[in-house]
């Protein structure tokens, strides 16, 4: 039941844009987004609770499409801060917790 | 606020060793979470507690048991440590309610020999 995303990894210079998919073989009640940083905990990002839900925090923005079962995050004008692995997430009718594969993102100068 | 405390940091097993992960919240949330974290594999669920008391089994819990006795802690064992186990764990904490975030603690690194 754990999610999928892709690209597995991205390599991008500062200024450029990414787009991470996240999709699930079960139907989504909301995506979670979190960061890590290599060799450090994650760090929640945002939650999508809705079909058609769009977040933003910064220039990272999210959107959800339930009926794909399908969420997508959107890094924009990456900087170099912007580097570690993201995940999606999404939590079942009984509680449990599935994050998905990981996507690396690596931002250079 | 020290939010999640894992304890200890970092531990060497020798196979067949037992050892008791801990996990402390200051934040007076009622769910925890203990997950394992493989390269390639990302973060898989082992066993989770939505209160005081209550535990339930995840998508990986084979060879490790977990405990709930107080609120704010949350115990991961591991009876007979095996190489398959080395890894590094997180434990995390979040409010009640739907789909609330979930805060975690810096991991425990534990190499099984």
């Known amino acids: 039941q754990q999610p999928v995303q892709s690209p597995q990894a991205v390599i991008l210079r500062e200024g450029e844009d990414a787009v991470i998919n996240c999709s699930s073989s079960?139907?989504?009640?909301?995506v979670h987004w979190y960061r890590q940083k290599h060799g450090e905990a994650p760090i929640f990002l945002m939650i999508?609770?809705?079909?058609?839900e769009q977040k933003g925090h910064d220039k990272i923005s999210a959107s959800f499409n339930e009926k794909k079962q399908q969420s997508s995050l959107y890094l924009t004008a990456s900087q170099l801060s912007y580097s570690g692995t993201y995940f999606c997430?999404?939590?079942?009718?009984?509680?449990?917790?599935?994050f998905g594969t990981g996507t690396s993102l690596t931002v250079i100068p | 606020n020290a939010g999640v405390t894992q304890t200890p940091k970092f531990r060497v097993l020798k196979t067949g060793q037992s050892m008791t992960l801990l996990c402390a919240q200051d934040?007076?949330?009622?769910?925890m979470y203990w997950y394992r974290q493989d390269p390639g594999m990302g973060l898989r669920l082992i066993h989770y507690?939505?209160?005081?008391?209550?535990?339930a089994k995840g998508e990986v819990p084979d060879g490790y048991n977990v405990s709930r006795l107080k609120k704010q802690n949350f115990l991961l064992g591991l009876e007979s440590a095996a190489p398959s186990q080395t890894s590094v764990y997180f434990c995390?904490?979040?409010?009640?309610?739907?789909?609330?975030?979930?805060?975690f603690g810096d991991g425990t690194r534990l190499s099984i020999l």
């Open positions: 507690s939505v209160g005081e008391g209550t535990t």
């Open positions: 934040m007076n949330h009622e769910y």
């Open positions: 999508l609770l809705k079909g058609g």
């Open positions: 997430g999404t939590e079942d009718t009984g509680n449990q917790f599935y």
């Open positions: 079960k139907a989504l009640y909301s």
């Open positions: 995390a904490s979040r409010t009640t309610g739907v789909n609330q975030p979930q805060h």
